[in-house]
C-alpha cells in the first residue's frame, strides 16, 4: 500500500481513536488494579504529591499549552499521555490533569464523535498511563541510585 500525497487519511485518524476507546474501555479496571497493586508492593498509600502555584485565573487550555511545549510526536494519544505525563511531573493532581487534558484536541474530537462518557475514559486512561510511567521512571531512577552506593561501596571495599 503506497500513500499518495493527496490521500485523504481522516479514516485512519478514525480507526486510531476507534483502538483508543476500546483500549480505554478494556484497561481502565486493570489500569486502577495495576496501579493498587503497585503502591502495595512499594508499601506506600497514594499520595497526593506536591502541589504547584498556578497564577489565579489561568485556564486549563493555557496549563495543556504549557504542558504540551515539547512533546513532539504526531500520534494524538502519545501526545496526551505526554501532556499527563508532565502535568503530573509538575506536581497537579490526577484530577486537575483529566481538566487539563479536557482542552486536547483529541477530547474535543472524540467527544463529538463518541460522547462525553468515553471522551472522559479516553483522558482517565491517558492520565493513569501517564501516572504508571512517572512512576516506573521514579522507581528506576532510585534503584538506579541504589546501584550506584552499592558499586561505590564495593570500590571503597576493594581498597
Same mark, same amino acid.
Given at each position: 500500500?503506497?500513500?499518495? @500525497? !493527496? ?19 478494556? $484497561? ?8 493498587? $497493586? %503497585? $503502591? !502495595? ?6 499520595? @497526593? ?26 500520534? @494524538? ?9 508532565? %502535568?503530573?511531573? !509538575? ?10 487534558? +479536557?482542552?486536547? @484536541?483529541? $477530547? ?10 468515553? %471522551? ?31 558499586? +561505590? ?7
Amino acid at each position: 500500500m503506497s500513500l499518495r @500525497p !493527496d490521500e485523504d487519511l481522516s479514516n485512519v485518524q478514525q480507526d486510531m481513536d476507534s483502538v483508543l476507546i476500546e483500549g480505554a474501555k478494556s $484497561f481502565h479496571v486493570l489500569t486502577e488494579k495495576a496501579m493498587n $497493586f %503497585a $503502591f !502495595d508492593l512499594a508499601g506506600q498509600k497514594k499520595s @497526593p504529591g506536591i502541589r504547584i502555584e498556578i497564577d489565579k485565573g489561568t485556564t486549563h487550555q493555557e496549563l495543556w499549552n504549557r504542558y504540551s511545549q515539547g512533546v513532539t510526536t504526531s500520534i @494524538p494519544a502519545q501526545k496526551t499521555v505526554g501532556v499527563a505525563k508532565n %502535568a503530573l511531573r !509538575d506536581g497537579q493532581s490526577k484530577e486537575n490533569a483529566m481538566k487539563i487534558l +479536557a482542552a486536547d @484536541p483529541s $477530547f474535543e474530537r472524540i467527544s463529538e464523535k463518541y460522547g462525553s462518557e468515553q %471522551a472522559q475514559q479516553y483522558v482517565e486512561l491517558a492520565v493513569n498511563a501517564a501516572y504508571r510511567k512517572n512512576l516506573v521512571a521514579q522507581q528506576d531512577k532510585q534503584h538506579q541510585k541504589q546501584i550506584s552506593k552499592q558499586r +561505590a561501596k564495593n570500590f571503597d571495599l576493594e581498597r
